[in-house]
């Protein structure tokens, strides 16, 4: 398969990390599988460890146990090992380690004939975002009258919105926004970009999908795990940094985003900003009345027995760090006007999973109900599981066979697994065969991390000010009963799923 791809050097800051073995390098040699990679490709990896070149092949591919050989021959590993290349740096962004960087790129040039076009990727600490792109402007590396550059930088953008605006102010001083990837790998799922086809293909969905037949909308992201060995960092950051204010508000402009004019990057990456300045503000006398916040203590979730938040490693006894919120949110614009959108997120949840569910309005008039109460609260609703075993349902009442008008909640579903026996490609392999043809529509813009920040922030100043109380839940719960008061006259409630996207019964209590 021929690539589209400009030849280039992929060099990765911090290729000696846990980011770089568990996903970076498995994507790239899936694109290298799949034929995807120009035949002049480097990748260069550049950290403080102390390798030769065949010290990092070793270590990202021949040792690394996230490292899959899938049906590649061993001639086919090899053939990709030998397209990596590692440079030591005694820091990341000093003068004398990126001019040795430099000189080592223009070594590559000269031996493969790679082109003088780079991608820079950041998988190193967010300390690091402004300082690197001022060290690669430095040394020349940051645009090229021969070729290109562009630069990769891993979340978090920014840890507030003063410091979101500060950070795109460093690297847009060093990097036209063009040229900026800001890498969110939720935008790399395909039930995610699925959800733009769903809405905007099908004549059945768009008319509806709005305040006249909408009555609310709900997103979940749910993890089994506790924090583990990484409560210190964890504890830096919280639920709401960690994944609202990212993942789940990205999910939410795909489903809430108006129509664009084209598909494609600048008209969808507008419709998204327009999106997030529609957002209604939670202004901090709100923030109690309409976001939850919450710790798990001590209980088991399928991954075992867990022990409070507070008694993790490295985790304050004192924390106030959230690792669950439930949020009820509006959107001020034409479409959805008055429409309630609920969010939640926690760990040691009683699943690992990530869904997006639509709520119709019922008919005005009950017409069965004499017949099944029932048929009083039947739900519509459109099911669209991100992940695992992504798939969508379609949820509507049917009538139970027999005598009388009783009615009952049948299912239309679709997975992805019956879609095509191809892999569906992981998010990190989508998101830089993107970057590597210039395409941006997945990668989060600066002015739209801005906005997403400008909602978030007066609820973590809430937070911080201590004006909110802080809940618990019981690990292997769905969080804690006060979310449920988020509902309080919009509805029937958070949906707690099972495994399966169409079990028989949709509403679980534990």
């Known amino acids: 398969m021929p690539s589209s791809v400009d030849s280039h050097v992929l060099v990765i800051f911090g290729a000696s990390g846990d980011l770089a073995q568990r996903k970076l390098i498995p994507a790239v040699f899936d694109l290298f599988r799949g034929g995807y990679?120009?035949?002049?490709f480097a990748l260069l990896g550049a950290s403080r460890t102390d390798f030769t070149d065949e010290d990092f092949r070793k270590k990202v591919v021949f040792d690394n146990e996230h490292f899959e050989q899938k049906d590649a021959s061993d001639d086919d590993v090899k053939t990709f090992s030998e397209k990596l290349f590692y440079q030591d740096l005694a820091s990341y962004d000093g003068e004398k380690d990126i001019e040795a960087l430099a000189a080592r790129l223009i070594k590559l040039d000269e031996e493969y004939g790679v082109g003088?076009?780079?991608i820079f990727y950041l998988s190193t600490p967010p300390k690091l975002y402004s300082t690197i792109p001022g060290a690669l402007a430095k040394a020349g590396l940051n645009e090229s009258e021969e070729g290109w550059s562009r630069l990769i930088v891993e979340k978090p953008f920014g840890y507030d919105e003063e410091s979101a605006v500060k950070l795109n102010k460093d690297i847009q001083s060093y990097f036209r926004e063009n040229t900026i990837y800001r890498i969110d790998h939720y935008l790399g799922k395909e039930t995610v970009q699925n959800l733009l086809v769903t809405r905007f293909a099908n004549g059945f969905f768009e008319p509806l999908w709005n305040r006249n037949y909408v009555q609310s909308v709900q997103i979940t992201a749910a993890e089994t795990v506790g924090v583990g060995s990484?409560?210190?960092y964890y504890d830096e950051s919280g639920a709401m940094r960690d994944m609202v204010q990212n993942h789940l508000l990205q999910v939410l402009a795909h489903v809430?985003?108006?129509p664009?004019?084209?598909?494609?990057?600048?008209?969808?990456r507008d419709e998204k900003l327009k999106l997030f300045k529609s957002l209604r503000p939670i202004t901090k006398k709100d923030v109690k009345n309409q976001v939850v916040r919450a710790q798990y203590t001590e209980g088991r979730t399928k991954s075992g027995d867990v022990v409070s938040y507070?008694?993790?490693?490295?985790?304050?006894s004192e924390s106030k760090t959230e690792t669950y919120v439930g949020m009820k949110f509006f959107i001020d614009n034409?479409?959805?006007?008055?429409?309630?959108?609920?969010?939640?997120?926690?760990?040691?949840?009683p699943l690992k999973l990530t869904e997006v569910v639509i709520t119709f309005k019922n008919p005005p008039q009950a017409l069965f109900s004499e017949y099944d109460d029932y048929a009083m609260s039947c739900d519509n609703q459109l099911i669209i599981r991100i992940q695992p075993d992504e798939g969508m349902a379609l949820e509507f009442g049917m009538k139970v066979p027999g005598e009388g008008f009783r009615v009952k909640n049948v299912d239309m579903d679709f997975f992805y697994r019956d879609l095509t026996k191809n892999d569906v490609p992981a998010a990190y392999t989508r998101l830089l065969l993107d970057c590597m043809k210039g395409e941006p529509t997945l990668y989060a813009r600066g002015d739209s991390v801005e906005a997403a920040w400008a909602f978030i922030d007066p609820i973590l100043k809430a937070w911080e000010a201590d004006e909110v109380p802080l809940y618990s839940y019981t690990a292997g719960?769905?969080?804690p009963l006060q979310a449920d008061a988020l509902w309080k006259g919009e509805g029937s409630g958070w949906r707690n799923p099972s495994d399966s996207l169409t079990e028989k019964k949709h509403y679980t209590k534990l």
Do not use: H, Q
């Open 37 to 40: 990679l120009p035949e002049k």
């Open 116 to 118: 003088k076009n780079y």
């Open 230 to 232: 990484r409560g210190g």
């Open 256 to 258: 809430a985003m108006e």
């Open 260 to 268: 664009p004019i084209r598909a494609d990057a600048p008209s969808i």
């Open 310 to 316: 507070r008694d993790a490693e490295g985790v304050p």
């Open 334 to 349: 034409w479409r959805w006007a008055g429409v309630p959108f609920f969010v939640r997120t926690g760990k040691c949840l």
């Open 477 to 479: 719960s769905w969080g």
